[in-house]
């Protein structure tokens, strides 16, 4: 294993950890309910450690990625449902990214919203065209570990670390009346939707093959998910940790994701604060290329097209005209006025429901010996695999009537 | 595994990707063509690639929708043509020379040949 | 039927009128103002850049007016106390926008209790 390869590898997937919907749930879970939710997060990430670690092991032993398999698994019906519903689930965050990307611009320049939107999303598609997908990832996913900006601030303002350390403890506070209890049990779903989006699993196990992986790569896929997903959910916590000890005690929920940046502010001023956004911007315009690509890959997957970004353009061109469109139907939806922090509620919404359906032919796939031979799930792998569908799918079956009997989250 | 071995129709070959001998993706196995008939032996006749191969497999308005966004046009892989089948159905030649890779052809006349690293 | 009617419950929940209904409206309020205060101090305070400072009581202000246009009781108490945030000038001091988000605080408090 090569170790520049292998930190390069644990530090993208760190710095690539965080998207808008993490950035605005964290904030809000802080302040609204204190420690209360961080063993949720750590809960959360440890199911898409479980989740991408069998997808890189897909990706490296079967040499499929996830979607061309899925559609032999399901079959045509349900593999087209899954299709569908996982492009509308995509789109939506793909939408709050581009949303969020202008909007961190719009804080860091004061430029008009709409037109950042326009320059973001061809800047984005600019670094798509031109790059190669291991760059592509590297640049964004480096980038983003501005984002230890936040957890440095924690350590800053001194937070009651016993009780931080408490909320690793599953529990509900105490005294919740019947609507914060609903409340909170939106946030959990809510939590487990953000950390273990949809587009995650399908970009990761595309990008193994990208990269050419096999068995060998099978410690680094294991470390980069463990060590690099782990150390990204700090980064989470991080947030949600100094929104309760911040915005709590003050009255503030986070409406906008600027306010979570003064987090940084705080106790840095203004190098914290463009720190901060820096990292914010780099972390949600990588996801905001990852939705894109995870859709493109949907797509070229599930009809056998050419696909990656290991090819020149011209040398998958279904595939390149399909993110080509993909981004300008994202900046569409942002261009008619859309509140991105209302698509932030929807990308959570849709990308629950369609979770279970995402994780099922995965975890199908990884316990194939036929596929998978001697690098089949172990007894540990099956365990946790199935217990988190199970987590899954009961949060999909929950987060419809939590969501419109907690108005969103805002209760 | 050898196409001439039994196999499990859907569990091991339908909705397969299909693969050239140069590593192109070249669709799907949309349907499968059988010869034989009742009380003969029944063998793999080709692979139909194409959204006219999903008749059948959908309902009439998703393929009447299918019709109007893709058209439906199925392309014939024989089964000479094929290497081997294991996550993916391998061919023995180039997908160009069985026409799979029309489509791909026709979308690559609007993508410039310029600025990727 | 009983079934039916409890899938039903969480649709007639997000159709509700009434200061219930509004209390998602007063809990957005109650925290931007809780925001615009807590920017306009940390400006005042050298903290932060123009162009966030800009850009934020921008953005805070117009999200205040949104909800009070979106309050299914325009005349009610808390429907002033909300278009009353959303007219203060963009550097208004920050006790004032405290107040404001104090004041809504007790109303949403009392409305969770009833």
Known sequence: ?411 | MKPSAPIKLVGQLLDLPIIDRDGNYSGIVDDIELTGSAGKETRIAALLVGPGAYRGRMPKWAMWLVRKLAGDRITRVPIGEFASIDSAVHLKGSADRLGLHRSEDAARAWIPRKGAM | MRASLLLLLPLLAACAKGPQADLQYIAEARSLAAEWALVNQQAAQGKLTDAYVTAMRTSLQQQANTAAKALTQPDSDYAREMRAIAAEPLDAAPDELRAHSDRLKTIEDQLESA
């Open chain 1, 1 to 411: 294993m090569n170790p520049l390869e292998l930190t390069l590898g644990i530090m993208t997937a760190v710095g690539g950890f965080v998207d808008i919907s993490e950035l605005v749930f964290a904030g809000k879970a802080g302040s609204t309910f204190g420690y209360a939710l961080i063993w949720v997060f750590v809960f959360s990430t440890v199911g898409i450690m479980v989740f991408g670690e069998m997808s890189g092991r897909v990706a490296a032993v079967a040499k499929q990625p996830v979607f061309n398999l899925m559609r032999h698994r399901l079959g045509l019906k349900l593999g087209i449902v899954t299709l569908i519903a996982s492009l509308i689930a995509n789109l939506i965050t793909c939408a709050a990214e581009v949303g969020g990307v202008a909007l961190i611009l719009n804080y860091l320049t004061d430029a008009p919203y709409m037109l950042m939107a326009i320059v973001s999303t061809a800047v984005l598609m600019a670094s798509m065209w031109v790059l190669p997908f291991k760059w592509i990832e590297r640049a964004y996913g480096l980038l983003g570990l501005f984002m230890v900006t936040f957890a440095v601030a924690l350590v800053a303002i001194h937070p009651p670390w016993h009780q931080v350390a408490g909320g690793l403890v599953p529990h509900a506070p105490a005294g919740l009346s019947t609507r914060e209890m609903l409340n909170f049990a939106y946030f959990m779903v809510a939590i487990v939707s953000a950390v273990m989006f949809p587009y995650e699993a399908y970009f990761y196990s595309s990008g193994g093959i990208e990269e050419d992986w096999g068995p060998k790569d099978l410690p680094m896929n294991r470390i980069s998910c463990t060590v690099g997903f782990g150390l990204g959910s700090l980064l989470a916590i991080s947030i949600l940790a100094s929104s309760a000890q911040l915005f709590g005690p003050i009255n503030v929920d986070p409406q906008l994701p600027g306010t979570t940046a003064l987090e940084a502010a705080t106790p840095y001023g203004k190098i914290g604060l463009v720190l901060a956004l820096l990292g914010m911007l780099f972390a949600v315009g990588g996801a905001a290329i990852e939705t894109c690509m995870a859709n493109a890959y949907s797509i070229a997957q599930f009809f056998g097209w050419e696909w990656g970004r290991h090819r020149k353009p011209w040398e998958a061109p279904r595939f390149t005209i399909a993110w080509i469109v993909l981004f300008l139907a994202a900046l569409g939806i942002i261009l008619t006025g859309v509140d991105p922090m209302k698509l932030v509620e929807f990308a959570i919404l849709f990308s629950i429901l369609v979770l279970p359906l995402t994780y099922l032919p995965l975890l199908l796939l990884a316990g194939d010996k036929s596929y998978m031979r001697e690098h089949v799930n172990g007894v540990v792998g099956k365990t946790l695999g199935w217990f988190y569908f199970a987590v899954v799918t009961a949060a999909a079956l929950a987060a419809l009537p939590l969501f419109l009997l907690t108005s969103g989250g805002q209760g």
